[in-house]
């Protein structure tokens, strides 16, 4: 069983769903945990979640904000290392899906869509790299089974997950002579809050949002929806050491899916 002590995880996007169950996870091996998230007090009550997993309180520093923003980004890295003095892993998590057509997309969705999911992750990359070589750390971002086929309901959020994808085995080959992993993990769809998030295009539209769920369980061969715990057991061995001789990889973690033609 992979042990974290003693290691830093930066998660973003750590306030709910997916980054929860991640922060958990992290905090049930031990590692010292910087989350970021938007709602500061849904951070903290996943903060306070991952002290009962026995992490001490002085191992965890919450940072709330907007990654989008520049200057939030740069305190974000800077608040972590100054607190840990290190940075093992950044999981770019943080994310935000747009459901529906392509050309029924607004401008400000697509900015929004593209923003979050792709140009987020790079710019904070750049940010902790410097802080990786030094530790030989590693980067998990957090893709979709959408980088790797077309769904018509969610194009935009396809496109930008593709990106992500080049980017990862990109970005694995730039940093493989420092030491350096980057993979990602390609969940297809989890049952999280992202779907009605303030600011998404299917807020406050739980009818919705649950017809989009069932049809989304209906096409797994294993007739279910995935949870943050799946994901994030994926996650955590590529941030392991168990998996240091894997770079450059997009881990399908989609119960089947990607074998049919759903």
């Not at 996943?46 to 989008?68: E, F, H, Q, Y």
């Not at 999280?192 to 295009?201: D, K």
């Given at each position: 069983m992979a042990s974290f002590v003693g290691r830093v995880v930066l998660i973003t996007g750590a306030s709910a769903g997916l980054g929860e169950g991640t922060a958990l996870h992290f905090a049930k091996k031990g590692a010292?945990?910087?989350?970021?998230?938007?709602?500061?007090?849904?951070?903290?009550?996943?903060?306070?979640?991952?002290?009962?997993?026995?992490?001490p309180a002085d191992n965890i520093r919450t940072i709330s904000g907007d990654l989008t923003d520049s200057a939030f980004r740069k305190d974000t890295i800077e608040k972590t290392v100054a607190k840990f003095a290190r940075l093992d892993v950044l999981v770019n998590n943080a994310g935000v899906v747009f459901p529906g057509e392509s050309m029924g997309m607004s401008e400000s969705d697509y900015d929004k869509s593209m923003d979050l999911n792709m140009k987020v992750p790079f710019l904070l990359?750049?940010?902790?790299?410097?802080?990786?070589?030094?530790?030989?750390?590693?980067?998990?971002?957090?893709?979709?089974?959408?980088?790797?086929?077309?769904?018509?309901?969610?194009?935009?959020?396809?496109?930008?997950?593709?990106?992500?994808?080049?980017?990862?085995?990109?970005?694995?080959?730039?940093?493989?002579?420092?030491?350096?992993?980057?993979?990602?993990?390609?969940?297809?769809?989890?049952a999280t809050s992202i779907f009605g998030r303030e600011g998404s295009a299917l807020h406050g539209k739980d009818d919705e949002i649950q017809k989009f769920l069932d049809s989304q369980a209906s096409a797994s061969p294993f007739g279910r929806l995935g949870t943050p715990q799946d994901v994030s057991?994926?996650?955590?061995?590529?941030?392991?050491?168990?998996?240091?001789?894997?770079?450059?990889?997009?881990?399908l973690v989609d119960g089947g899916r990607s074998c049919t033609c759903k």
């Amino acid at each position: 069983m992979a042990s974290f002590v003693g290691r830093v995880v930066l998660i973003t996007g750590a306030s709910a769903g997916l980054g929860e169950g991640t922060a958990l996870h992290f905090a049930k091996k031990g590692a010292k945990l910087a989350l970021t998230g938007r709602d500061n007090s849904r951070l903290e009550d996943v903060a306070k979640r991952c002290m009962a997993c026995g992490v001490p309180a002085d191992n965890i520093r919450t940072i709330s904000g907007d990654l989008t923003d520049s200057a939030f980004r740069k305190d974000t890295i800077e608040k972590t290392v100054a607190k840990f003095a290190r940075l093992d892993v950044l999981v770019n998590n943080a994310g935000v899906v747009f459901p529906g057509e392509s050309m029924g997309m607004s401008e400000s969705d697509y900015d929004k869509s593209m923003d979050l999911n792709m140009k987020v992750p790079f710019l904070l990359s750049q940010l902790a790299v410097p802080h990786l070589e030094k530790s030989q750390g590693n980067i998990v971002n957090i893709s979709s089974l959408c980088g790797t086929r077309a769904m018509p309901e969610v194009g935009i959020y396809c496109v930008a997950k593709a990106a992500l994808d080049m980017f990862t085995q990109c970005l694995a080959l730039e940093l493989a002579p420092k030491k350096v992993r980057v993979n990602s993990v390609s969940p297809s769809t989890v049952a999280t809050s992202i779907f009605g998030r303030e600011g998404s295009a299917l807020h406050g539209k739980d009818d919705e949002i649950q017809k989009f769920l069932d049809s989304q369980a209906s096409a797994s061969p294993f007739g279910r929806l995935g949870t943050p715990q799946d994901v994030s057991e994926a996650i955590g061995y590529l941030a392991s050491d168990a998996a240091s001789y894997v770079t450059g990889q997009i881990l399908l973690v989609d119960g089947g899916r990607s074998c049919t033609c759903k």
